[in-house]
């Protein structure tokens, strides 16, 4: 990637759309929405839920996978849980669910970044595929202001490749909260199942990359991967590139 390339202050790349509700929310909070889908129900779905954005030039789905390479790749559709759905067919598969295999085009993230330039916050959550996504992502010479991933069991990893790279500052997002809460700004109210906030407005305290391992380690599972949290409780890691000064309220 060249290095005059600077972060889009108003675009969103929502990676792994699945049914739009966290699509929805950027809409709603006024950004560029580009968003990536490889199931092609799911995306025909979001063409008609969205119409009016995409007219508007407010939303851009791309249907593909998001990939190592541009081609095609199979893609296990999951016909009990959409959610499982992925590239990775014992992802796709877990317990014993039923897939349907499909041939779907594969872009990578480089490709994207081409079309459509650095968004200033990016969220991921491909099922299985999220790792070589951040793989990616870090080795871009231009990096979203805001990150967010799915921990999906590699949260140490995750922290670790994004410090690496420059992330300054970590928050860990309970997503079984998230459900039935509200956007202080616009008043939405975030569907079960949906990302939540982002960036600035997330509502917890942002922490260095130490405190944050520590904080990790002692919330979702040990540095041995034994699992701490119960199976109810999911999570996603946040990163920002710059210092958040949020205080803990007293």
Known sequence: MSDVQAVTPGL????????????????????????IEA????????????????????????????GDHDGEVTFHVNLDNHHWSSTDINWAGRDD??????TVPSLSLASIYARHGIPHFM???????????LEQLVKSSALPDFVSIEDCRFGFDYARILS??????????????VGGSRDPVSGHVFPTGS?????????????????FVETYATTVRTREGVRLAPRTRWWDIHAARHAQHKEKTP
């Open 12 to 35: 969103i790349y929502d990676l792994g759309m699945n049914n739009g509700d966290d699509t929805g929310f950027y809409l709603k909070r006024g950004f560029d929405v580009v968003a």
């Open 39 to 66: 199931n092609p129900a799911l995306c025909h779905e979001a063409e008609q839920r969205f119409a009016e954005a995409i007219a508007a030039g407010k939303l851009t789905i791309i249907k593909a996978a998001i």
């Open 97 to 102: 669910s039923a897939c349907e295999a499909i």
């Open 123 to 133: 969220k991921i959550d491909v099922e299985g595929a999220d790792l070589m996504v």
């Open 164 to 177: 690496g790279a420059g992330y300054q500052n970590f928050q860990l997002v309970d997503q079984s909260a």
């Open 195 to 211: 990302s939540g906030l982002f960036g600035p407005d997330l509502l917890g305290i942002w922490e260095p990359y130490p405190d």
